[in-house]
């Protein structure tokens, strides 16, 4: 998931400069950020069509499976060392508090809620994913240790789902229904990307796209895209508790497949927009407010943008934005508060001064970020 000039991938750091990024990567984050742009950007359309309902599901269906699987994978190091605590409060939880009262405050503009409070333990639209990677990671020297650790994220996953009663604390319920894939991505290895990228599983993809996409037009009056969300229990979907792990099982089994032929789809070469993959840390996080902006802005008043001609200008306009908002300009004027330089937070190891890679907190947060944000609903 972005946003530094040296993101660390899975490429071994120890080569040289050039060598140390993998396009293969950048070009998935940028992809999959536009499509998190998209996303929002369709929502509003989404009563006026079926075509664009079904469109939204499908992407629902793997965008932040895909992000979340790839954040696994870069989480694989995390071992509570006091370097990777430090990366992780600079690269995540600084800001997620920026941006969950940046959001609060504007949303109460933007959705005429005046005394909508400042709360860090409720996040507030795009910053839930921040709050949940951080506690991902945390956990991370748990999921290494344990002999199974998918099924058992899996059965927790299910659990959640069975209860109405977890709460919006830190978004618990999409944390704890999300994680299966967190926990996929740690136990990854270069090769199982490597089997994606054959021409075989490219071509394979070609039919299960498709029958994806007639199933998801088909699933319009159902609305199953809710189960996309993960943010909700059985109960609070209005079916019985029993749907609640069967239709766990039955997403994580679809979002899988659909995230792989996505990854299988991603070119490995250098493209145009491979050094924008560095920037989707601010893409994802920024793009929100112009999405949230779009409501007071009547920008979906006229007519003509509940039709198809307004379908196709709302995606184009998303993907040209959160393009724009990855660029370096961008990230020059918003580093300070996503990649903040906090030397005087953190105290020196004992007995030894910072070494090269560890002293330098601001590249540190950049590759914390850059490792597992590729961006999120």
Same mark, same amino acid.
């Not at 937070?345 to 030894?352: C, N, S, T, V």
């Given at each position: 998931?972005?946003? %530094?000039?040296?993101?660390?991938?899975?490429?071994?750091?120890?080569?040289?400069?050039?060598?140390?990024?993998?396009?293969?990567?950048?070009?998935?984050?940028?992809?999959?950020?536009?499509?998190?742009?998209?996303?929002?950007?369709?929502?509003?359309?989404? %009563?006026?069509?079926?075509?664009?309902?079904?469109?939204?599901?499908?992407?629902?269906?793997?965008?932040?499976?895909?992000?979340?699987?790839?954040?696994?994978?870069?989480?694989?190091?995390?071992?509570? %060392?006091?370097?990777?605590?430090?990366?992780?409060? +600079?690269?995540?939880?600084?800001?997620?508090?920026?941006?969950?009262?940046?959001?609060?405050?504007? +949303?109460?503009?933007?959705?005429?809620?005046?005394? !909508?409070?400042?709360?860090?333990?409720?996040?507030?639209?795009?910053?839930?994913?921040?709050?949940?990677?951080?506690?991902?990671?945390?956990?991370?020297?748990?999921? !290494?240790?344990?002999?199974?650790?998918?099924?058992?994220?899996?059965?927790?996953?299910?659990?959640?789902?069975?209860?109405?009663?977890?709460?919006?604390?830190?978004?618990?319920?999409?944390?704890?229904? *999300?994680?299966?894939? *967190?926990?996929?991505?740690?136990?990854?290895?270069?090769?199982? *990307?490597?089997?994606?990228?054959?021409?075989?599983?490219?071509?394979?993809?070609?039919?299960?796209?498709?029958?994806?996409?007639?199933?998801?037009?088909?699933?319009?009056?159902?609305?199953?895209?809710?189960?996309?969300?993960?943010?909700?229990s059985a109960e609070q979907l209005g079916v019985p508790a029993w749907y609640g792990p069967v239709m766990t099982l039955v997403t994580f089994g679809c979002s899988l497949v659909l995230a792989a032929c996505f990854l299988a789809w991603v070119p490995g070469r250098r493209t145009w927009f491979t050094?924008?993959?560095?920037?989707?840390?601010?893409?994802?996080?920024?793009?929100?407010?112009?999405?949230?902006?779009?409501?007071?802005?009547?920008?979906?008043?006229?007519?003509? #943008?509940?039709?198809?001609?307004?379908?196709? +200008?709302?995606?184009?306009?998303?993907?040209?934005?959160?393009?724009?908002?990855? +660029?370096?300009? &961008? !990230?020059?004027?918003?580093?300070?508060? #996503?990649?903040?330089?906090?030397?005087?937070?953190?105290? #020196?190891?004992?007995?030894?001064?910072?070494?090269?890679?560890?002293? !330098?907190?601001?590249?540190?947060?950049?590759?914390?970020?850059?490792? &597992?944000? %590729?961006?999120?609903?």
């Open positions: 998931m972005s946003g %530094s000039r040296e993101t660390a991938t899975a490429v071994d750091r120890s080569g040289p400069p050039a060598a140390r990024r993998d396009a293969y990567f950048d070009n998935a984050k940028y992809l999959a950020i536009v499509l998190v742009a998209v996303g929002h950007a369709w929502e509003p359309l989404r %009563s006026d069509s079926r075509t664009v309902t079904a469109l939204y599901t499908f992407v629902y269906a793997f965008h932040m499976p895909a992000f979340i699987v790839v954040s696994g994978y870069f989480s694989r190091g995390f071992d509570a %060392s006091p370097a990777r605590i430090r990366r992780l409060v +600079t690269g995540v939880a600084v800001p997620y508090v920026v941006f969950e009262v940046a959001y609060t405050l504007f +949303t109460r503009w933007s959705d005429h809620a005046p005394d !909508r409070e400042i709360s860090l333990l409720d996040p507030l639209y795009l910053t839930w994913f921040l709050a949940a990677l951080f506690i991902w990671r945390l956990t991370t020297p748990v999921w !290494r240790l344990l002999r199974w650790p998918l099924p058992v994220a899996l059965a927790i996953a299910m659990l959640a789902s069975l209860s109405s009663s977890i709460g919006n604390d830190l978004d618990l319920q999409r944390v704890l229904q *999300f994680l299966p894939y *967190f926990v996929l991505g740690l136990c990854l290895r270069p090769e199982h *990307f490597g089997l994606l990228r054959r021409p075989r599983v490219r071509v394979a993809a070609v039919p299960v796209v498709g029958c994806a996409l007639a199933v998801a037009y088909w699933a319009v009056p159902h609305q199953g895209y809710r189960w996309f969300f993960h943010r909700y050094a924008l993959g560095a920037g989707t840390l601010y893409g994802y996080l920024l793009h929100g407010f112009v999405a949230q902006g779009a409501k007071p802005a009547h920008w979906y008043g006229p007519a003509w #943008m509940h039709g198809p001609l307004g379908a196709l +200008t709302a995606t184009l306009v998303a993907a040209v934005v959160v393009t724009l908002l990855c +660029t370096p300009p &961008v !990230r020059r004027v918003f580093r300070c508060v #996503m990649e903040p330089r906090m030397e005087w937070a953190f105290r #020196m190891e004992e007995g030894r001064p910072e070494r090269a890679g560890e002293g !330098r907190p601001a590249q540190d947060g950049r590759r914390n970020a850059a490792r &597992v944000l %590729s961006g999120s609903r």
